[in-house]
């Protein structure tokens, strides 16, 4: 069992950055893969990011370049650093956790309902 808390929300101008952190409970963390989502109002939630065990991560194209995800097994934490936000970032930006292995390639983690663990999300609002 995983619990997920996100942190690290909130207003930002266009073309300014965040970072956001999902903090894990659990001794075996380094043994699950972690995802980054999102979901816009009046949207389906989409996938941001993928960190895999190695530290390897992938990215939609939307945010590849501006967004850069990594992890921090000592502290059970992984994070978002948005950069060049813009203002169709804006959503509730959740993390998930899988103990399948994310295999290059394969696109069952780019969906929201492969995933296992769920935190409740952090709201990130991008004003123009």
């Known amino acids: 069992q995983v619990q997920l808390v996100e942190s690290g929300g909130g207003l930002v101008q266009t073309g300014g950055s965040l970072r956001l952190s999902c903090a894990a409970s659990g001794r075996t963390f380094s043994s699950y893969g972690m995802g980054w989502f999102r979901q816009a109002p009046g949207k389906e939630r989409e996938f941001v990011a993928a960190?895999?065990?190695?530290?390897?991560?992938t990215y939609t194209d939307s945010v590849k370049g501006r967004f850069t995800s990594s992890r921090d097994n000592a502290k059970n934490t992984v994070y978002l650093q948005m950069n060049s936000l813009k203002t169709e970032d804006t959503a509730v930006y959740f993390c998930?956790?899988?103990?399948?292995?994310?295999?290059?390639?394969?696109?069952?983690?780019?969906?929201?309902?492969?995933?296992?663990?769920w935190g409740q999300g952090t709201q990130v609002t991008v004003s123009s």
């Open positions: 960190v895999r065990r190695s530290g390897s991560t």
């Open positions: 998930a956790a899988d103990a399948r292995y994310l295999r290059y390639g394969s696109s069952w983690y780019e969906v929201p309902e492969e995933w296992d663990y």
